[in-house]
């Protein structure tokens, strides 16, 4: 039921028990559901109604029952298809008959507010809920109830019945809303069973506490491995044969089921809200998401001995980069059934985050990411070396952190790939002063002007943070994580599949099965808004479309790093792919969880782009 905290006798319902002193029986004849706002919501104000502020639908009294000497519950059954139109359950009354007048009489009230619950009326999610209120009167003896049998559509017996047999859930509903006409705050107002509740992310690797970690779905978000041929989970983070490094599986987050809406509804005065609610059983309008994992990691590759390329999700490797879509696509197929890129499904895990943190801005949140890289120039030729002397280290180069040397600049590995700083030196050898930075791998021949840069980094070094969002270090070179999964943004940007873009107007699919590249006819939709036309920008305002609800790509830009959703925006005309989260090339404010580059064609590939790994069952 909708959050009705306490229900009041009305001043004309305490005069009708008055009348049972004088031994006149008070009949209870009907309850009504009304969707009405109020302006005063006092004790003294609500005692003072006499009728609902917008009465929605009525529903006959269906039992009652004797609880004391001055208490009796009353019981009715109301379905959501008998309502005219779908509507926020925000107020209840109760009537009765006057037995002088023989008038019916708000009797009682309750008003619930902002936790009003939003009743859907289709006939595709017959909803029956079963109320009982308790009513305290003077002489419950001459309590008597109005029935009317062809008005009961379940019995309190079958109710029950049902859900002995039905599966068990715990009933919460979790709930932000936001007025989406101001875009200078980007946090969100907490609602529903979210309210009063707080969320927090380590930012330099100890424990933090946070309510939603005993809240389901995010309770139960969990690394794993699991068996790339079968599905099936071979063990969780914390359990002895969990392996980060890919020896007992692939290393995914399994994200459970759960049910969620998100819609745009204007109050009494017009002001428009997005809501965005997250719930952990079916409710009347919510759209369930089934159970599916995502990569705890970046998408790798490795090459089998038939030269067929297949992608991992693994600790302790460089992930694929400088790669088109369509091949990303291939190596995660080569997997096996239920194997593909992140899809929409990057569209939930944002609601997720969403309604834990309220709040845009996820590096505020959760922590910078790796948003930034550093470069340094040879000072000195050698041959046959593993290292390069510089004239200093800068921050973004440290033991331990992965690098490629160029011939005169970044983004060139021509000189060596994907090696590991092994050790940071003060050198001297009376004419040059600097550092000598060493690495691993076979030796290469440096000459003078040769550039270290640091290019993408291994995976893993959130690994000591198991389930937990946030990061080890916040300082522009480190990894972020939410509920496990590594590099949410930043580091690389990660291809969304299924969303192709043509002109600014987004089409979805979501048949892992029909993904293409430049496809923007049948099984693809249309998304019913077009996104905004001004690249590199902070994105001030997302899309929505109430057939796919999900779907949240900006429509109006000129934000900032602290306002609206906080990320950075990218565009261009003509056939269009999508990236989200930033990368290590200089994305500082401008990456996060909101973050869209959507100005690259299907076949372009960088340093800076890669993939991630999504499992669902066929």
């Not at 290292?387 to 160029?406: F, Q």
Request: aromatic share 12%.
């Amino acid at each position: 039921m909708a959050g009705f905290e306490k229900i009041y006798i009305t001043t004309a319902g305490a005069r009708l028990a008055a009348k049972t002193m004088e031994g006149k029986q008070l009949k209870f004849t009907v309850a009504k559901l009304g969707s009405g706002t109020l302006s005063d919501s006092s004790m003294n104000a609500i005692k003072a109604r006499t009728a609902l502020v917008k009465s929605v639908m009525e529903v006959e009294i269906t039992g009652a029952k004797q609880t004391s000497d001055t208490q009796a519950t009353i019981s009715f059954v109301f379905q959501n298809t008998k309502a005219s139109s779908a509507f926020y359950f925000r107020e209840l009354g109760i009537f009765a008959l006057d037995p002088d007048t023989k008038q019916e009489v708000l009797f009682a009230y309750s008003y619930a507010g902002n936790n009003a619950e939003y009743v859907n009326n289709s006939i595709s999610e017959i909803v029956a809920k079963e109320i009982n209120i308790v009513i305290t009167v003077d002489n419950a003896a001459n309590v008597t109830i109005n029935l009317d049998e062809s008005q009961i559509y379940v019995t309190e017996k079958e109710l029950k019945e049902a859900l002995k047999n039905a599966k068990f859930y715990s009933g919460k509903n979790y709930g932000i809303k936001r007025l989406i006409t101001d875009n200078t705050i980007a946090s969100w107002t907490r609602i529903a069973d979210a309210e009063g509740l707080s969320a927090a992310a380590t930012k330099n690797g100890t424990e933090v506490a946070n309510d939603f970690d005993n809240c389901y779905p995010w309770s139960d978000i969990r690394r794993c491995n699991i068996d790339a041929e079968t599905g099936n989970v071979l063990a969780y983070y914390g359990e002895p044969s969990f392996k980060e490094d890919g020896t007992n599986g692939e290393v995914m987050v399994k994200i459970p089921e759960f049910w969620w809406k998100r819609e745009r509804v204007p109050d009494e005065f017009g002001n428009m809200y997005e809501y965005i609610y997250i719930a952990d059983y079916a409710r009347a309008g919510y759209i369930k998401s089934d159970e599916f994992f995502v990569g705890a990691y970046l998408l790798s590759t490795e090459t089998k001995e038939v030269e067929q390329i297949i992608a991992h999700s693994r600790s302790g490797v460089v992930p694929k980069y400088n790669t088109k879509k369509a091949d990303f696509r291939k190596y995660a197929k080569a997997l096996g059934d239920g194997w593909q890129l992140l899809d929409y499904h990057y569209f939930l895990l944002q609601m997720l985050y969403l309604v834990e943190y309220a709040h845009y801005n996820s590096q505020s949140m959760l922590g910078n990411g790796l948003v930034s890289f550093s470069t340094a120039k040879a000072i000195i030729a050698e041959e046959s070396a593993n290292r390069i002397i510089v004239s200093s280290a800068p921050a973004g180069l440290w033991v331990g952190k992965t690098i490629c040397i160029g011939a005169t600049d970044a983004w060139n590995s021509s000189v060596a790939a994907d090696r590991q700083i092994t050790a940071i030196e003060d050198y001297n050898d009376g004419q040059h002063t600097g550092k000598a930075i060493s690495f691993d791998g076979d030796p290469v021949d440096i000459a003078v002007d040769n550039v270290i840069w640091g290019s993408a980094q291994k995976t893993g070094e959130n690994d000591k943070l198991g389930n937990a969002s946030g990061c080890v270090l916040n300082n522009n070179y480190h990894p972020v994580s939410y509920r496990g999964i590594e590099d949410i943004f930043g580091h690389l940007w990660q291809h969304i599949d299924g969303l192709g873009i043509q002109n600014y107007i987004a089409y979805i699919c979501k048949d892992p099965s029909e993904y293409a590249d430049d496809k923007f006819d049948a099984p693809y939709e249309k998304i019913g808004y077009t996104n905004a036309q001004t690249s590199d920008s902070y994105t001030k305002k997302l899309g929505y479309d109430e057939k796919h609800p999900e779907v949240a790509l900006p429509i109006e830009v000129a934000g900032s790093s602290s306002t609206g959703t906080c990320d950075n925006y990218w565009c261009s005309e003509g056939n269009r792919i999508a990236y989200v989260g930033g990368s290590f090339y200089s994305s500082g404010t401008l990456a996060g969880f909101f973050a869209w580059f959507c100005s690259a064609a299907s076949s372009y590939s960088d340093w800076v782009c890669g993939a991630r790994l999504l499992y669902k069952n066929q």
